[in-house]
């Protein structure tokens, strides 16, 4: 039987509701993929931010909850390929309800690559994190180097990708696991310091408490990391490898802000909360990855730069309608 062209394949996207989700689904209707996108359920029917995407007649949302096994065989019945993004992703709120992130993370993930099996071996893209590898032992970070759980959420990454690839191993499942480093970009979470630096500079706050400013991090654009995906998904040679996607360079906290503070022309002032710091030995205080492979394997780079990238974002988050969606004066776990 020939391929299926991109418009005749139904994809299923878990956490389409969120962050990179939703750019994601964005981006897989612009290549004219049909979209079957799985927002948490909720009593308000709310959609999370696809109610920010426009309408598209191959696009098609349905509410539940990956925990539910039940669910997730129903809503991967005839899809040609699942992108899994669905989970809890907040470091500080993992210390508060780590049972949450193992129900959420790993037996999420385990039910959705089951139901994958069991609805015809469907291809499955998994969603892992640079939070696996905790602080560098050396760098770049290629995918070989330890993972290293320093925190509860990284924990339950660990885990799940260590569930979903060892149903690849015994079981054929045809798995990718894509790992992304820091992404940025309109949309994201106000619990992550660039919106939330974004958000009280467009505010008119004009001191801003944070927490250690000294880690280093790789920030990819949310359209890259979207692409990524995607480059992934759509190469077979992907099949049972792990795959950084970053940007391969890397910027301190205290440097990004202050590129944040002269895009927005900004005289604000940074301050340190020790209520903001991550317990000890918890912090990941370096990331580089190294982006060779999924380079060798499918030819996919990231286009934005850091600047474009965050002036993008700076002018998304200043528009009123934007950025109203967002408590600037709660500190958000």
Request: hydrophobic content about 40%; glycine content about 6%.
């Amino acid at each position: 039987m020939p391929a299926k062209n991109a418009n005749e394949k139904l994809v299923l996207v878990t956490g389409a509701d969120g962050f990179i989700g939703s750019h994601l689904v964005e981006e897989l209707l612009v290549r004219g993929y049909r979209v079957r996108a799985l927002s948490q359920y909720n009593s308000f029917n709310f959609w999370g931010w696809l109610e920010d995407i426009p309408v598209s007649k191959n696009l098609s949302v349905i509410s539940g909850d990956i925990r539910d096994p039940h669910l997730c065989r129903e809503i991967t019945r005839d899809v040609d390929l699942i992108f899994h993004l669905a989970a809890l992703i907040a470091i500080p709120y993992s210390y508060k309800a780590p049972d949450s992130y193992i129900d959420t993370n790993v037996r999420g993930t385990l039910n959705i690559c089951m139901a994958a099996m069991e609805n015809g071996n469907i291809r499955v893209i998994c969603t892992s994190t640079s939070e696996v590898y905790g602080t560098a032992i050396y760098v770049p970070i290629d995918e070989k180097h330890p993972k290293q759980p320093q925190s509860p959420y990284s924990a339950s990454k660990i885990a799940a990708d260590a569930v979903s690839m060892s149903l690849h191993n015994s079981f054929g499942l045809p798995l990718t696991i894509v790992r992304p480093f820091n992404t940025y970009g309109p949309r994201q979470s106000a619990r992550a310091i660039i919106p939330s630096i974004i958000i009280q500079i467009a505010n008119g706050k004009k001191v801003i408490k944070l927490g250690d400013l000294t880690p280093t991090r790789d920030f990819n654009y949310v359209k890259d990391t979207s692409s990524g995906f995607i480059a992934a998904a759509e190469n077979d040679s992907t099949i049972g490898r792990e795959l950084n996607l970053c940007s391969g360079k890397e910027i301190s906290m205290s440097d990004i802000l202050m590129m944040i503070k002269d895009i927005m022309q900004s005289d604000v002032e940074f301050v340190t909360d020790n209520a903001r710091l991550r317990p000890d030995k918890s912090e990941v205080f370096r990331l580089l990855g190294d982006n060779s492979l999924i380079r060798e394997l499918t030819g996919f780079s990231p286009v934005f730069s850091l600047k474009q990238g965050l002036e993008k974002t700076c002018e998304w988050f200043a528009r009123p309608n934007n950025i109203k969606k967002y408590k600037a004066d709660i500190f958000n776990l």
